[in-house]
């Protein structure tokens, strides 16, 4: 609350000084008398407040929507010219406006006259625009720098945090012993196929070794260790599983490293499944985004997860791009959208 208060006074604090203080300084720099002269101070606050409070509500707009789709961190000397010439080209049409009101309307002066005032305060506005552009976003750009390397910091802590998770899950206990046991089953049955779980096990292993410490791999490379997966689930639990993916081939498509894998590991450990209930999932792409969606049949009990996997999925994604990882629930269906990216960071 008293952060909210703060953040109100400096803005208050804004307003009510910003537009008199510039517009004293260009009163000083143009005629300085006119401090002595009270009918001029009258016209110097009035003018100062009916160009100032629509210059910085606009500028604060501006900066908000320009911000979604030209970031400063990532292109920060277009950035600045962007800002420039939305923020100037806006200042002179609100002077032509006020100018054209206050000079002609209320005034009854000549478009001659109201030009070159028009001209000269401008002018005046483009250098105080410059100065502020260049000021305030020089310390914001200073502030994001200071984030992004606190942010990177971060972000290795959530990739080891994640790559723990993930070989946890598969070198548990549990995962072992569910795994063997399927294959000593599979070297009596089929020796054929018991070499080739033996293969898709081994590659889930290269799979974390390779690329688990990358901030994002190709969506091929993801479907490869999506299919081992699943394969080795097949194998398990045969009729009670069923997983079908529908991802088409994609050039230059990214992927945070296995967050399919763990959305998968998610919907078989929360879900009863069985052959006369069978667990269906599906794996789609829509819309740039991957969809892993699961009918809904929760278990009664299940082990208590503190949501690491699907946390570090949304946090690196939060690092890497605006768009947010998107979770869908139902009575009937559970559904997870995570982002594809389009090139690597």
């Not at 005046?124 to 720098?145: R, Y």
Request: hydrophobic share 45%; with cysteine; net charge positive.
């Amino acid at each position: 609350m008293k952060k909210i208060h703060i953040k109100y006074c400096k803005k208050a604090t804004l307003f009510l000084l910003s537009p008199v203080t510039i517009g004293f300084l260009i009163l000083i720099m143009t005629y300085p008398k006119g401090f002595t002269q009270l009918e001029i101070l009258k016209y110097v606050i009035i003018y100062s407040y009916s160009i100032g409070i629509p210059y910085i509500l606009f500028s604060d707009f501006i900066e908000k929507k320009i911000e979604i789709r030209l970031r400063w961190l990532e292109k920060p000397v277009k950035r600045f010219f962007v800002t420039i010439a939305f923020k100037t080209g806006f200042a002179f049409v609100l002077v032509l406006l006020i100018h054209y009101f206050f000079f002609f309307r209320i005034r009854g002066e000549n478009l001659t006259d109201i030009y070159e005032k028009t001209l000269n305060a401008f002018f005046s506005a483009v250098f105080f625009v410059g100065l502020s552009i260049f000021t305030s976003n020089t310390i914001v750009f200073l502030k994001n720098w200071k984030q992004a390397a606190v942010n990177e910091e971060k972000l290795k802590r959530e990739i080891l945090n994640v790559e723990f998770e993930a070989l946890k899950n598969q070198v548990n206990p549990h995962f072992l012993f569910n795994n063997l046991t399927a294959l000593s089953s599979l070297l009596y049955k089929d020796q054929d196929k018991a070499v080739r779980f033996i293969n898709q096990l081994s590659e889930i292993y290269r799979y974390v070794l390779e690329y688990g410490k990358n901030e994002v791999v190709s969506l091929e490379t993801e479907k490869k260790l999506l299919n081992n997966f699943i394969y080795l689930y097949g194998i398990r639990y045969e009729n009670g599983l069923k997983i079908n993916i529908n991802i088409p081939e994609e050039r230059n498509k990214f992927i945070v490293p296995m967050s399919l894998q763990i959305l998968l590991e998610n919907a078989i450990k929360h879900n009863t499944l069985s052959e006369e209930q069978p667990l269906e999932i599906k794996i789609t792409l829509e819309d740039n985004y991957i969809s892993v969606w699961n009918n809904f049949q929760p278990k009664t009990s299940v082990q208590h997860s503190g949501k690491l996997g699907l946390n570090n999925i949304k946090s690196r994604y939060r690092y890497l791009t605006n768009k947010e990882v998107i979770i869908e629930k139902t009575n009937e269906h559970f559904k997870v959208k995570v982002p594809v990216l389009n090139k690597k960071p």
